[in-house]
C-alpha cells in the first residue's frame, strides 16, 4: 500500500521556521519526483516546491523563494521541506505527493499555522 505521510506542522510566530517531512512507503521512492503542495482555508490546492528524481533539481513558487528549501533522503524514503521567514500568508495545510500529483497517494496533510 502506497502511503505518503506528512508531519512537522504546528504554530509558529511570523518570522520563525519549521521543517515539514514527508515519509513515503509502498512504492519505489528513488524513482519519483516530489512534490509540497498545501491548501489554505478557502482556496484551491497550491504547488509549493518540487525536488526530481534523477539530479535533485529543485523548483519554488515565487511566494517562497529565497525562504523555503526542498530536500530529500532517499535511503530514508523521506522528503523535506525547511520553511523560513514563515509568513501569515503560509498558513495552510502541506500536503506532499508524487509528481504529477495521483489522487489515491493524498495524505491527511500536516497543519501549519503562522500567527502575525
Known amino acids: 500500500e502506497v502511503q505518503l505521510v506528512e508531519s512537522g506542522g504546528g504554530l509558529v510566530q511570523a518570522g520563525g521556521s519549521l521543517r515539514l517531512s514527508c515519509r513515503a512507503s509502498g512504492f519505489y521512492f528513488d524513482d519519483y519526483a516530489i512534490g509540497w503542495f498545501r491548501q489554505a482555508p478557502g482556496k484551491e490546492r497550491e504547488g509549493v516546491s518540487c525536488i526530481s528524481a534523477s539530479d535533485g533539481s529543485t523548483n519554488y513558487v515565487d511566494s517562497v523563494k529565497g525562504r523555503f528549501t526542498i530536500s530529500r533522503d532517499n535511503a530514508k524514503n523521506t522528503v523535506y521541506l525547511q520553511m523560513n521567514s514563515l509568513k501569515s500568508e503560509d498558513t495552510a495545510v502541506y500536503y506532499c505527493?508524487?509528481?504529477?500529483?495521483?489522487?489515491?497517494?493524498w495524505g491527511r496533510g500536516t497543519q501549519v499555522t503562522v500567527s502575525s
Open positions: 505527493n508524487t509528481l504529477p500529483p495521483t489522487n489515491d497517494y
